[in-house]
């Protein structure tokens, strides 16, 4: 089971849907959150990792306190954190969940008409999406 959060930048202007694999994180372990109208100048390797314009800053030393807990023998480092979705989008980036939304409302009215036609528009719909996000380098969407 996954929580799943949604959490504004630093400046405001923004926000991520992000998710916890597991409940085994809690939120505060994600300390900032940088979109790319607020991300810091450089970004500190040891603890924060960029995707797309976007920044983690993440509490590392807390999340191995979790990790070694729960018997999680990795160290605790921004990739290892992002990349076995402890804390990371949810989904493939920062928005989509209302890209997901958005798509499953325009679609609707398929439902009942065509539901074999809907299913095929999700699909190449949602297909095209996660080509678009790979093709613009999102860290998850490389991973699909």
């Known amino acids: 089971m996954c929580m799943n959060l ?35 100048g450089s970004i500190i390797e040891a603890t924060m990792l960029a995707d797309c314009g976007w920044v983690l800053e ?21 990739d290892f954190v992002f990349d076995a979705g402890y804390l990371s989008w949810q989904g493939l980036a920062p928005g989509d969940q209302e ?14 008409q065509d539901l074999a036609l809907y299913l095929q ?3 190449s719909e949602w297909v095209a999406h996660v080509a678009r996000l790979k093709a613009a380098g999102w860290r998850k969407a490389q991973a699909t």
């Open 6 to 40: 949604r959490r504004f930048c630093s400046c405001g202007r923004n926000s991520a849907y992000l998710s916890c694999r597991d409940n085994l994180l809690p939120a505060e372990i994600l300390v900032n959150l940088f979109c790319p109208e607020c991300r810091p």
């Open 58 to 78: 993440y509490d590392l030393d807390r999340a191995q306190a979790y990790f070694t807990a729960r018997g999680i023998r990795s160290p605790a480092t921004p």
């Open 99 to 112: 890209v997901n939304t958005r798509l499953h409302q325009r679609l609707a009215p398929l439902i009942e």
């Open 121 to 123: 528009s999700l699909r």
